[in-house]
């Protein structure tokens, strides 16, 4: 039998490697940004084309490239970061595999300039599908240059599985946004399609998260610092009103390296316990410093996996870490009639963690005690009262308005009598009997529970309206045939808002500002990642915060974009998602009877948009069964 192992040319090993390395247009802007970090630079420019699709370049002011150097950085396994295997215990720089020019190269059309500081002339390659096609001394400045030019030209069938331009660049933006931010002293500047995206100066880490995230984040932000011996943590996380539904917003760094770990993420919500709405995530970006002998960084091609030495102790700190900042900044909720209690709001009480040093504890004791125990026998209250308060003290005050009604009416309840008797609005409706039929005639009206369900009858049974579900299929269907007909009506604003958004999502908004205004918003662009909102959809005039609809509009959008929806249907089902009544939310009957008939209305009323049930029907001989099993 013939010999049939062999080994493969490079070509095609190198095509091979590109599969794990390179995925998609966002691998190669976190490769070549890197390189370009680890080069020195102080200044990074990356210019995009079609998300990347076309063209993806980078400019850096690093240290350079000799001629032998850049030849050599195409080959496979080339690098200048490690010499032998213990040096992987002691990795500070981004690269260190020297896969990634290789691979690019392999799927690509790549053009290098690079020119050393003490050098005139540079070198000039030009190099495609592990081709080297040219390679001549070229005037450029110091640094490196790199265009990467129509990606996967040569694997047809890697690039039929790249997403809509939206998704790419929401992936591209992702990683330069982590590299921006494990960076502040460095100056980055993102352009795509001639459009400058981001321009961020060099500064504090607080100063390169507003730049990114735009100005709205800076009221969010608290500060995070501990310093244990052999692991400092830092960085800022988000204060708990502001948490969202979606992710996107929550980073850790390991020695300026981004990471993903689900486990320091439960530390982060477990320290945040008691204080979120569920399903929400608080904004959060964490940088650790530990020493690299201690984790093991080489584990993925992507090098965003880490295995620690000792991941529990880094969990405990982590936890520590933003309770002590939760609590250090009076971050707690607040106990109000007017929107959601929470009994953990009162001081410390009911709080997984104090919220003060021993000195503030031993101070207030102090102030109690001087003040003769007030507040704690009956005495008066020592010390001002605040607005919220007061407000509280009323509402507990309504409460029990009627108590002492009761008791004067009813002796027993204060004598301890035997029996209690309390009477309400149907106490005159007749006896249990029924001699006036009362109890036989059936209540025809919608009725809510839990303010989330609406129930209503039908001939065989009843129906369980989820009331959220519902009006989204409602909208869904209201906005879509509103931009087909392009039959919307706008309700102009008295005084028109302007919003300020980050420069990702003032990018997304401007994709998606005509599509808007065919739904009845009369949204124009003001420059320098501004809107300002003139006109609002008439279905939504009444609206508490039409800003606020906008912004969740924009974050739903996001989310659905990897559906590879189109851009209406997208549109459309976000938009729904935002402005429909939420659980929760009390209706009035005429509100619940309009709904359900609109739902009813509907082409498809079985479904939301986003396939969760709108109302489940029970009917008589089933719920006949269930009581008799």
Wanted: with cysteine; proline share 4%.
């Amino acid at each position: 039998m013939a010999d049939v192992i062999q080994l493969l040319p490079d070509s095609i090993a190198n095509q091979i490697a590109a599969g794990e390395v390179v995925q998609r247009p966002a691998s190669v802007v976190k490769e070549l940004l890197e390189n370009a970090v680890d080069a020195g630079a102080t200044q990074i420019k990356l210019i995009l084309k079609e998300s990347g699709k076309t063209l993806v370049q980078v400019i850096d002011n690093g240290c350079g490239m000799s001629e032998t150097d850049a030849r050599m950085s195409f080959e496979r396994h080339a690098t200048s970061k490690i010499r032998s295997a213990q040096d992987l215990f002691s990795i500070r720089t981004m690269g260190f595999r020297g896969e990634a020019m290789a691979s690019i190269a392999a799927v690509a059309q790549v053009e290098m300039r690079t020119r050393l500081h003490k050098n005139e002339l540079g070198t000039k390659l030009l190099v495609e599908a592990s081709k080297v096609l040219l390679q001549e001394p070229c005037q450029c400045s110091a640094g490196t240059g790199i265009s990467v030019k129509n990606l996967f030209f040569n694997v047809p069938a890697r690039r039929n599985f790249l997403k809509s331009n939206a998704v790419e660049m929401r992936h591209v933006l992702d990683e330069f946004q982590r590299v921006a931010l494990a960076n502040t002293d460095i100056f980055f500047s993102l352009h795509h399609n001639g459009s400058e995206i981001f321009h961020l100066p060099p500064g504090n880490l607080r100063q390169r998260i507003v730049g990114i995230f735009g100005n709205a984040v800076n009221q969010k932000l608290v500060p995070v610092k501990g310093e244990p011996d052999a692991m400092p943590i830092g960085g800022y996380i988000g204060k708990p009103e502001f948490a969202r539904k979606t992710r996107g917003e929550q980073m850790f760094f390991v020695n300026q390296r981004f990471i993903k770990s689900g486990y320091l993420h439960h530390a982060v919500m477990a320290a945040y316990e008691g204080l979120l709405q569920d399903g929400t995530y608080p904004f959060y970006i964490i940088f650790f410093e530990i020493d690299p002998a201690r984790i093991d960084i080489n584990v993925h091609p992507t090098k965003q996996e880490i295995k620690f030495e000792d991941e529990r102790s880094i969990y405990n700190y982590l936890r520590v870490a933003v309770r002590y900042a939760l609590g250090r900044h009076n971050v707690t909720p607040t106990l109000d009639f007017d929107q959601e209690t929470s009994f953990s709001a009162n001081k410390n009480f009911g709080l997984p963690f104090s919220v003060g040093t021993q000195e503030d504890f031993e101070r207030e004791m102090s102030q109690e005690k001087s003040a003769g125990g007030a507040g704690k026998s009956g005495g008066g209250y020592a010390g001002p009262v605040s607005s919220r308060e007061k407000s509280n003290l009323q509402n507990w005050q309504k409460l029990f308005a009627n108590v002492e009604e009761i008791e004067d009416e009813n002796p027993s309840l204060s004598e301890g009598g035997e029996s209690i008797t309390i009477e309400s609005k149907w106490s005159s409706e007749g006896e249990m009997d029924d001699k006036g039929g009362t109890f036989s005639k059936q209540k025809k009206e919608p009725y809510q529970i839990h303010a989330s369900y609406i129930v209503t009858q039908i001939k065989s049974g009843f129906i369980l309206i989820d009331q959220q579900s519902a009006h989204e299929r409602i909208l869904y269907e209201r906005f879509l045939g509103a931009m087909e007909k392009r039959e919307a009506y706008t309700q102009k604003e008295l005084f028109p808002k302007t919003i300020d958004l980050s420069p990702a999502d003032a990018a997304i908004m401007g994709e998606i500002l005509p599509e808007l205004n065919l739904l009845g918003f009369d949204i124009q662009n003001f420059g320098n990642n501004a809107f300002i909102v003139h006109g609002v959809p008439a279905n939504l005039q009444g609206s508490t915060d039409q800003v606020k609809i906008i912004e969740t509009l924009l974050h739903q959008y996001q989310q659905n974009i990897e559906l590879n929806l189109g851009t209406t249907e997208n549109i459309a089902r976000s938009m729904a998602r935002s402005a429909a009544i939420k659980k929760g939310q009390i209706l009035e009957v005429k509100e619940m009877t309009e709904l359900i008939d609109q739902l009813f209305a509907c082409a498809i009323p079985f479904k939301s948009p986003s396939g969760r049930n709108c109302f489940l029907t029970y009917n008589l001989e089933e719920l006949e069964r269930m009581f008799n099993d």
